[in-house]
């Protein structure tokens, strides 16, 4: 069974600070990975793709880790319209689609 | 471009009352999901439709049946509601491209079944 396995958190965070999150997922064969971000009580929606050699978008960026199979999400300088779940999302590649973590509920606080 | 829509949003049902969820996308995407999500339990796929005509069972489709009426509408029925089916329903469709698959979420439906 496929796992994407999540802290979920809370992470209380000052604004402006810099945060981390990560999270493992189980299929060695997995080819795409992404960070989905959630607002309380609205549908997900794509944040970013994670590539190999890692990106960077504004003040988030993703790296990828195929050796030990986790995916990170950096976000510098924080606003409190950050504040969300972030995601974690796998794919196979096939046609049954993506996998979701639980997600990592993030607070970011004046 | 309304992107992926779905009806109703809010839905109360007595045990055993059936309903149809509907969702359509106007993107052109060929695949189509439908998720349930419930706290602590994270996103999980009912069923899915790779393209039109087709539909295969997801994580957990049992006590629910799919529809996918053409290339833009996919819906959801549960035959006989059971208050185990109290969740946000999502309906996702998906555009693939060379970094992988973007899936594209309905705003969501909420039902409560008493």
């Known amino acids: 069974r496929k796992e994407v396995e999540q802290d979920p958190g809370p992470f209380n965070v000052p604004e402006g600070a810099t945060v981390a999150f990560n999270c493992t997922y189980s299929n060695s064969a997995s080819q795409s990975f992404f960070w989905y971000r959630q607002d309380c009580r609205k549908e997900p929606k794509l944040l970013m793709s994670v590539y190999s050699s890692g990106n960077e978008d504004g003040r988030f960026t993703a790296q990828l880790n195929r050796a030990s199979q986790y995916i990170s999400l950096l976000i510098r300088d924080s606003k409190l319209s950050d504040s969300a779940t972030y995601l974690c999302?796998?794919?196979?590649?096939?046609?049954?689609?993506?996998?979701f973590g639980k997600g990592t509920h993030l607070i970011i606080q004046p | 471009n309304a992107g992926v829509t779905q009806t109703p949003k809010f839905q109360v049902l007595k045990t055993g009352q059936s309903m149809t969820l509907q969702c359509a996308q106007d993107?052109?995407?060929?695949?189509m999901y439908w998720y349930r999500q419930d706290p602590g339990m994270g996103l999980r796929l009912i069923y899915y439709s790779a393209s039109e005509g087709t539909t295969d069972k997801g994580e957990v489709p049992n006590g629910y049946n799919v529809s996918r009426l053409n290339k833009r509408e996919f819906s959801l029925r549960l035959e006989s509601a059971a208050p185990s089916q109290t969740s946000v329903y999502f309906c996702a469709s998906s555009e693939w491209a060379s970094w992988g698959e973007t899936q594209y979420f309905g705003p969501g439906t909420r039902l409560l079944v008493l």
């Open positions: 993107m052109n995407h060929n695949s």
């Open positions: 999302v796998v794919s196979g590649g096939g046609a049954d689609g993506l996998t």
